[in-house]
């Protein structure tokens, strides 16, 4: 509706100078003209319609607007609630209990990204947790997922793999949004050979660590966007503090 709103204010503008213009030569006595009298009476009904009619579809916007605001913070508010109860409990717990919360607290946390993002119902969350494949050689393997079946492969952490530049992203702590694979030239991203299009990545990271990577991806393109790597990264902030929590001694 949006694109289109303008349409009844230029015609409402359009009609508010034609009547203006008809009241101007309407004439009276024996120069009346009621060809133009009646010009300016249907001009200027049709600019106060034009008005009412901003002025109502104006009023469902907001409402529209604040419907869907409050979804959102109901939405969040259900999803992180549970979260942040496991994770206010952790630091009186065992380092084994610590590590099973965590595990509680990435299942929660990839069914409400889930529930919380637009096009839920394709979408796939992943929380990778960062783990050592060998000494010195670092792989990012999947801690949980969500939503569609693809199961998640491994990143290392080495030169000739793509998991390199996934790995110096976590590291600079950067958020990464790509809108469409098929045309990215961002490191790291593979164009082909992938059942999703579009993806949001967001590093898990405390205090200077790193402990992983939240993923979002979608099949559809134009189903994410950059209005959702607030929400993504949110959870990969609360991923962070739980992780180190979890991994205290």
Known sequence: MEYVAWIPSALGGIAAVGAAVCWAFVGTGDAYNGTLFWWGMGLSAWTVLTNIMLEVWRHQSRKSERGEASRTRSLLTDAL???IVDMARMPSKTRRVREIALVRIVSNACASINVALPEGENLRVIVYRIEEKQPDVMQLVSMNHIG????????????????????????LGKSLFVGDIAVS???GVERKGKRYGTFISSPIIADGKAYGMLSVDSPSVGSLDENDIVIVDVFAGLLAIAFA?????
């Open 81 to 83: 609630v549970p979260i």
């Open 245 to 249: 929590e979890a991994e205290k001694q």
């Open 148 to 171: 569609r079946s693809d199961k998640p492969g491994k990143l290392i952490d080495v030169p000739s793999h793509r998991g390199a530049a996934i790995f110096q992203m976590i590291r």
């Open 185 to 187: 030239d961002e490191p």
